[in-house]
């Protein structure tokens, strides 16, 4: 996997809202994984940058009703490593 990255999403008030932009994303070539979350209004995905953009994410997003804030995109670390970065004071 060569991208994660975590960003909002404005617009979602139902899990049926997170099937659509799931179902959204994953027809995007080139993304590896995606996961929607309601509860933090956030999604975090994973894409090969080769053959997809986060602005084409974002339209696809787009294209199904909701507005993703790829602008405040941010480098999703999973907590495991958080932690062990963490324990070794570098974050
Ligand atoms: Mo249902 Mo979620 O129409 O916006 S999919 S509320």
Known sequence: MAELVRFPIEGMT??????HITKAVRKVEGVEVVKVNLGSDSATVGFDPALTSLRAIAEAIGRAGYEARVDQAEPFVPSARRGILSRLGIR
């Open 14 to 19: 139902c899990t049926s809202c997170v099937s």
